[in-house]
């Protein structure tokens, strides 16, 4: 399959932790906190790895539908819990077993979250660069691509992993 469409990804390589251990300066009370403040000030940001790839208009309206999906099930999900803290507001029998009820299904909501979560991470293409920052591989690509690829690759005797 041939596409003239095309999607660029971008990703942040190194620490995606933020401040990692850092954080634990918190801990130190007020001297540890003026440290996580100079540490997060000098802090270099986040180096970003940008690629184009050919990418289906189908493909693409699958990753945007599960997206979507992702957004709506979230919102669901935190309606629903605000819901149910309501209704345990209210000191009556009946408002307690409207939460109970609210509260299954703000846990069937949440596994929507979880199950289009899922569904997005797998439309979408994930980067990652080696140690040496020479070769990038790529995962979540269609075989058709990986296969492509590796034809063309032949010819100017490099190595394509998948």
């Given at each position: 399959m041939?596409?003239?469409?095309?999607?660029?990804?971008?990703?942040q390589?190194?620490?995606?932790s933020?401040?990692?251990?850092?954080?634990?300066?918190?801990?130190?009370?007020?001297?540890?906190?003026?440290?996580?403040i100079?540490?997060s000030?000098?802090?270099?940001s986040?180096e970003?790895?940008?690629?184009?790839?050919?990418?289906?208009e189908?493909a693409?309206?699958?990753?945007?539908k599960?997206?979507?999906?992702?957004?709506?099930?979230t919102?669901?999900?935190?309606?629903?819990?605000?819901?149910?803290?309501?209704?345990?507001?209210?000191?009556?029998?009946?408002f307690?077993?409207?939460?109970?009820?609210?509260?299954?299904l703000?846990?069937?909501?949440?596994?929507?979250?979880?199950?289009?979560?899922?569904?997005?991470?797998?439309?979408?293409?994930?980067?990652?660069l080696?140690?040496s920052?020479?070769w990038l591989?790529?995962?979540?690509?269609?075989?058709?691509?990986v296969s492509?690829v590796?034809?063309r690759?032949?010819?100017?005797?490099?190595?394509?992993?998948?």
């Amino acid at each position: 399959m041939v596409t003239d469409d095309a999607l660029t990804f971008s990703q942040q390589l190194g620490d995606r932790s933020g401040l990692g251990v850092a954080w634990l300066l918190v801990l130190a009370g007020p001297l540890g906190w003026l440290g996580l403040i100079v540490i997060s000030a000098f802090r270099r940001s986040g180096e970003f790895l940008t690629v184009t790839l050919p990418y289906s208009e189908a493909a693409y309206q699958r990753r945007l539908k599960a997206e979507r999906a992702r957004r709506w099930a979230t919102g669901l999900t935190v309606a629903l819990v605000i819901g149910a803290f309501v209704a345990l507001v209210q000191h009556t029998t009946q408002f307690r077993v409207v939460a109970i009820g609210v509260a299954v299904l703000a846990c069937v909501a949440l596994s929507s979250v979880i199950a289009e979560g899922t569904r997005v991470r797998r439309t979408s293409v994930r980067l990652d660069l080696d140690a040496s920052r020479r070769w990038l591989t790529l995962h979540g690509v269609h075989e058709s691509f990986v296969s492509a690829v590796q034809s063309r690759s032949r010819g100017a005797r490099t190595s394509v992993l998948r």
